[in-house]
């Protein structure tokens, strides 16, 4: 080492960006606080440290096709058998057989991507060995064992046309379900350490209340003859609004965890999403609605436009993992101002 | 420790804990115990490492050279239980004396005058303690803060400057841990000494715990398809051994212990490096008031956390557990709100 380092070919040992950059020398530039965050894929605006830029957390080893598909599934049943409990009420039968076959499809299929996403199918029963509160997937698993086989007897019934009143109860039972299948799903993505998700805990519950009620209504309009779709095409307008405007609010509130809804394939994902969920819901509710033809691609385009949102939501929440400045930025930025508000001018607490 | 077996509530998902291990259910539990990573003699041997493949039969994970630092295991996982991170800065350690290539310097007689004066305790060392002193200087006691010695006067720009940072990462066994709370089946759960244990024949593989650790511990098995972390060496704690790394750790860099105990010894020991001169030495995870209650394995740095690959201020996530069923109730009572303003006739 007591030689010079400096050659011809530059300093020796130094290969040009390689350099791992840590500490202090790394530099730690605060985030400036900027307005209209979230609309731009910006240009990372903080240097923080890492190690070597790996991430700090592990990724959600969830395959994406069953887990943001458990999602989508999980919404549209819900909703579904809140359109099939007030069509049963308001005598539309067609609308009432569309959305409770919906309903016990979607949460039958949402159930087998479930299993099929563990690492040890053959002992998915372990889900029911306990009931566990502070695990949102422990909560979710026995609301689905409870709601499921009352999807799939208000279906049954109605499909058979006997034991009508086991029917109606069924059918009236997995609509108080409903809405919690649609909404938990929010929670189990958020209670995790992963920024993008755990960031939108607040929002995320209305955002995806708002998808199912768009994806249920889609399928009716895809499903059921036009003249009795009125509630959906209700219901597919206001989900719409529900999902849009609380997915906004979530991103505007999130801070930096808001920027990976903003890149790669999230960003193709969502902007689809919300393209297709709002010409949908337009379509849908506005006077071609009642036109066979116009209600089918109004459906068919909510119904993509949710799912794109979950697939979405699931990719940003993947990259915002794998990416350590997410977790480390927010994070600083939080001892910070306990340190601010705790000792002004004093020093920075010991980590 | 007044509370009789009753558990506070406000303290099941975050917060100070005291009797972490009497909250789970042990009437009659043994001290928690945990370890202490004292990074600052560690030397990067890795003898952790392989202690904790060998004594827990955990398989190999490929092997592969990552070009980026001595360090190719990279991070912690399923089949990686202790890793040791390698950090190589442009920055001094604390005290010692930057610099090693001086030209001007007359060797020879600095040679000479080695040892015969406390300015000069050796190359490379770090000032030794005041009064006391430490491991890395002991016997000699110079008055405090000596003056910077004659061998290596400046260092030129601070080109040669530089550090290496050792530590070896391990699982946090956090106080609340979020990969416990979040199991569905129960397969993780707190054993008697207060650490977290995965129950291999129980876990399905739903993969919840991975993305719910804040600290990127526990991975899934590609091939097995059960989740994998450190189990405090359960099977050697319930004989009273010591884990297998904390065994093999040749620095005893790795202390293993009452996490109390633990605690004191830490806080020691940080006030030994300050007044040696360095700066930088801090506790990790040591606070029972941080974000998951304090870890049962907690680390002295030499500087921040995310340097070492550590979240700067993790939170247990579960923490806001209560607040997300909140929204969530909420939210479904939206929906069906929405729901039944769908089917009301429209007014006249």
């Given at each position: 080492?007591?030689?010079?380092?400096?050659?011809?070919?530059?300093?020796?040992?130094?290969?040009?960006?390689?350099?791992?950059?840590?500490?202090?020398?790394?530099?730690?530039?605060?985030?400036?606080?900027?307005?209209?965050?979230?609309?731009?894929?910006?240009?990372?605006?903080?240097?923080?440290?890492?190690?070597?830029?790996?991430?700090?957390?592990?990724?959600?080893?969830?395959?994406?096709?069953?887990?943001?598909?458990?999602?989508?599934?999980?919404?549209?049943?819900?909703?579904?058998?809140?359109?099939?409990?007030?069509?049963?009420?308001?005598?539309?039968?067609?609308?009432?057989?569309?959305?409770?076959?919906?309903?016990?499809?979607?949460?039958?299929?949402?159930?087998?991507?479930?299993?099929?996403?563990?690492?040890?199918?053959?002992?998915?029963?372990?889900?029911?060995?306990?009931?566990?509160?502070t695990s949102p997937m422990s909560v979710g698993s026995w609301l689905l064992a409870g709601y499921a086989p009352l999807t799939v007897v208000a279906a049954a019934t109605d499909v058979a046309?006997?034991?009508?009143?086991?029917?109606?109860?069924?059918?009236?039972?997995?609509?108080?379900?409903?809405?919690?299948?649609?909404?938990?799903?929010?929670?189990?993505?958020?209670?995790?350490?992963?920024?993008?998700?755990?960031?939108?805990?607040?929002?995320?519950?209305?955002?995806?209340?708002?998808?199912?009620?768009?994806?249920?209504?889609?399928?009716?309009?895809?499903?059921?003859?036009?003249?009795?779709?009125?509630?959906?095409?209700?219901?597919?307008?206001?989900?719409?609004?529900?999902?849009?405007?609380?997915?906004?609010?979530?991103?505007?509130?999130?801070?930096?965890?808001?920027?990976?809804?903003?890149?790669?394939?999230?960003?193709?994902?969502?902007?689809?999403?919300?393209?297709?969920?709002?010409?949908?819901?337009?379509?849908?509710?506005?006077?071609?609605?009642?036109?066979?033809?116009?209600?089918?691609?109004?459906?068919?385009?909510?119904?993509?436009?949710?799912?794109?949102?979950?697939?979405?939501?699931?990719?940003?929440?993947?990259?915002?993992?794998?990416?350590?400045?997410?977790?480390?930025?927010?994070?600083?930025?939080?001892?910070?101002?306990?340190?601010?508000?705790?000792?002004?001018?004093?020093?920075?607490?010991?980590? | 420790?007044?509370?009789?077996?009753?558990?506070?509530?406000?303290?099941?998902?975050?917060?100070?804990?005291?009797?972490?291990?009497?909250?789970?259910?042990?009437?009659?539990?043994?001290?928690?115990?945990?370890?202490?990573?004292?990074?600052?003699?560690?030397?990067?041997?890795?003898?952790?490492?392989?202690?904790?493949?060998?004594?827990?039969?955990?398989?190999?994970?490929?092997?592969?050279?990552?070009?980026?630092?001595?360090?190719?295991?990279?991070?912690?996982?399923?089949?990686?239980?202790?890793?040791?991170?390698?950090?190589?800065?442009?920055?001094?350690?604390?005290?010692?004396?930057?610099?090693?290539?001086?030209?001007?310097?007359?060797?020879?007689?600095?040679?000479?005058?080695?040892?015969?004066?406390?300015?000069?305790?050796?190359?490379?060392?770090?000032?030794?303690?005041?009064?006391?002193?430490?491991?890395?200087?002991?016997?000699?006691?110079?008055?405090?803060?000596?003056?910077?010695g004659e061998i290596s006067p400046v260092a030129p720009e601070g080109r040669t400057e530089l550090r290496w940072l050792m530590?070896?990462?391990?699982?946090?066994?956090?106080?609340?841990?979020?990969?416990?709370?979040?199991?569905?089946?129960?397969?993780?759960?707190?054993?008697?000494?207060?650490?977290?244990?995965?129950?291999?024949?129980?876990?399905?593989?739903?993969?919840?715990?991975?993305?719910?650790?804040?600290?990127?511990?526990?991975?899934?098995?590609?091939?097995?398809?059960?989740?994998?972390?450190?189990?405090?060496?359960?099977?050697?704690?319930?004989?009273?051994?010591?884990?297998?790394?904390?065994?093999?750790?040749?620095?005893?860099?790795?202390?293993?212990?009452?996490?109390?105990?633990?605690?004191?010894?830490?806080?020691?020991?940080?006030?030994?490096?300050?007044?040696?001169?360095?700066?930088?030495?801090?506790?990790?995870?040591?606070?029972?008031?941080?974000?998951?209650?304090?870890?049962?394995?907690?680390?002295?740095?030499?500087?921040?956390?995310?340097?070492?690959?550590?979240?700067?201020?993790?939170?247990?996530?579960?923490?806001?557990?209560?607040?997300?069923?909140?929204?969530?109730?909420?939210?479904?009572?939206?929906?069906?709100?929405?729901?039944?303003?769908?089917?009301?006739?429209?007014?006249?």
């Amino acid at each position: 080492m007591s030689g010079s380092d400096v050659t011809r070919d530059g300093v020796e040992g130094a290969r040009p960006g390689r350099d791992a950059l840590t500490g202090a020398h790394a530099g730690r530039r605060r985030r400036r606080r900027g307005r209209g965050r979230g609309e731009r894929a910006m240009v990372p605006d903080a240097e923080f440290s890492s190690y070597y830029g790996k991430p700090i957390l592990n990724k959600p080893t969830w395959k994406p096709l069953d887990i943001a598909g458990y999602l989508y599934l999980g919404g549209l049943a819900g909703a579904s058998s809140l359109l099939a409990a007030g069509a049963h009420a308001t005598a539309r039968p067609a609308l009432a057989r569309t959305a409770g076959l919906g309903a016990a499809g979607a949460v039958s299929l949402s159930l087998a991507a479930l299993v099929h996403d563990l690492g040890r199918p053959g002992r998915f029963l372990n889900m029911l060995r306990v009931f566990k509160p502070t695990s949102p997937m422990s909560v979710g698993s026995w609301l689905l064992a409870g709601y499921a086989p009352l999807t799939v007897v208000a279906a049954a019934t109605d499909v058979a046309g006997r034991y009508r009143p086991l029917g109606t109860a069924a059918t009236v039972s997995a609509a108080v379900l409903g809405p919690a299948v649609a909404t938990y799903t929010a929670v189990l993505v958020a209670d995790t350490a992963v920024p993008s998700w755990h960031e939108g805990h607040r929002e995320l519950p209305y955002v995806f209340a708002g998808s199912g009620a768009t994806a249920a209504a889609g399928l009716a309009l895809v499903c059921a003859p036009a003249g009795q779709t009125g509630p959906a095409r209700r219901m597919a307008v206001l989900g719409a609004l529900l999902e849009l405007g609380s997915f906004r609010l979530m991103k505007r509130r999130m801070g930096l965890a808001a920027e990976p809804f903003e890149n790669g394939r999230a960003r193709t994902l969502l902007r689809a999403a919300e393209t297709l969920t709002s010409v949908g819901a337009a379509l849908g509710a506005g006077p071609g609605g009642r036109n066979r033809a116009v209600a089918a691609i109004a459906g068919a385009a909510l119904l993509t436009g949710s799912a794109a949102l979950r697939f979405g939501v699931f990719h940003a929440g993947i990259a915002s993992a794998e990416d350590p400045k997410y977790t480390v930025l927010p994070q600083r930025e939080r001892l910070a101002a306990a340190a601010r508000s705790q000792e002004p001018g004093g020093a920075p607490p010991a980590s | 420790m007044t509370d009789n077996t009753e558990v506070p509530g406000a303290n099941r998902l975050s917060g100070p804990q005291p009797e972490v291990a009497r909250a789970a259910g042990y009437p009659d539990a043994p001290p928690r115990m945990g370890f202490f990573t004292d990074t600052s003699v560690c030397i990067g041997c890795k003898a952790c490492e392989v202690a904790c493949k060998e004594w827990n039969a955990i398989p190999e994970d490929g092997l592969e050279l990552t070009g980026m630092s001595y360090d190719n295991t990279q991070g912690l996982g399923a089949d990686t239980w202790r890793h040791v991170a390698f950090i190589e800065q442009r920055k001094p350690l604390g005290g010692q004396e930057p610099g090693v290539g001086h030209e001007a310097v007359d060797v020879f007689a600095a040679a000479g005058a080695l040892g015969t004066s406390p300015s000069s305790p050796g190359p490379g060392a770090t000032a030794p303690a005041p009064g006391g002193g430490s491991a890395a200087a002991p016997g000699d006691g110079p008055p405090a803060a000596a003056p910077a010695g004659e061998i290596s006067p400046v260092a030129p720009e601070g080109r040669t400057e530089l550090r290496w940072l050792m530590s070896s990462d391990v699982c946090k066994h956090c106080t609340h841990a979020a990969c416990l709370d979040v199991c569905p089946t129960g397969s993780l759960f707190r054993t008697e000494f207060g650490t977290v244990v995965v129950q291999e024949d129980i876990c399905n593989g739903c993969g919840y715990c991975v993305p719910a650790c804040p600290y990127g511990v526990i991975d899934q098995r590609p091939d097995d398809g059960r989740v994998w972390k450190c189990t405090l060496c359960y099977d050697r704690l319930g004989v009273g051994m010591e884990p297998a790394c904390a065994k093999a750790c040749p620095t005893d860099s790795i202390q293993f212990g009452p996490l109390d105990e633990l605690r004191e010894r830490a806080a020691d020991r940080v006030a030994r490096l300050h007044s040696a001169g360095v700066a930088d030495a801090r506790l990790y995870g040591a606070d029972p008031g941080d974000g998951v209650g304090g870890d049962g394995a907690f680390f002295l740095l030499l500087d921040e956390p995310e340097v070492y690959g550590l979240p700067p201020d993790p939170v247990v996530t579960t923490r806001d557990l209560p607040a997300m069923w909140r929204h969530a109730a909420t939210a479904a009572a939206s929906l069906a709100a929405l729901a039944v303003v769908s089917f009301a006739r429209r007014p006249r």
